[in-house]
């Protein structure tokens, strides 16, 4: 089993930045690769940012490719997103993303609100 802690959302104003950080505790040895999505009111779940735990390999959504920026500390088990030039089409509730041999975990979600 592994649980996903998450942290970093909230309220900025367009343009503005944010930094979301996903810790994963329990059974992280076998962590594949560790992302984000996210889900506004209405939409799907869509993919935001992924990173592969061992070689780095990092894939973003077209929305976000240049504002955002994925990385990952191994040894913390943890990974972050840097989000910059933020847009109010970002609003979503961020959820965390492990997948760890072959299950997918999630996190609790964590609200972003892009608004002046």
């Known amino acids: 089993q592994v649980q996903l802690m998450e942290s970093g959302g909230g309220l900025v104003q367009p343009g503005g930045s944010l930094r979301l950080s996903c810790a994963a505790s329990g059974s992280t040895s076998n962590i594949n690769a560790m992302g984000w999505y996210r889900q506004a009111p209405g939409n799907k779940r869509e993919i935001v940012a992924i990173i592969t735990f061992i070689s780095g390999s990092t894939h973003y959504a077209d929305s976000v490719k240049g504002r955002f920026t994925i990385s990952r500390d191994n040894a913390k088990s943890t990974v972050y997103l840097q989000m910059n030039s933020l847009k109010p089409e970002d609003t979503a509730v961020y959820y965390c993303?492990?997948?760890?041999?072959?299950?997918?975990?999630w996190g609790q979600g964590t609200q972003v609100t892009v608004s002046s």
């Open positions: 993303n492990a997948y760890v041999g072959s299950r997918h975990y």
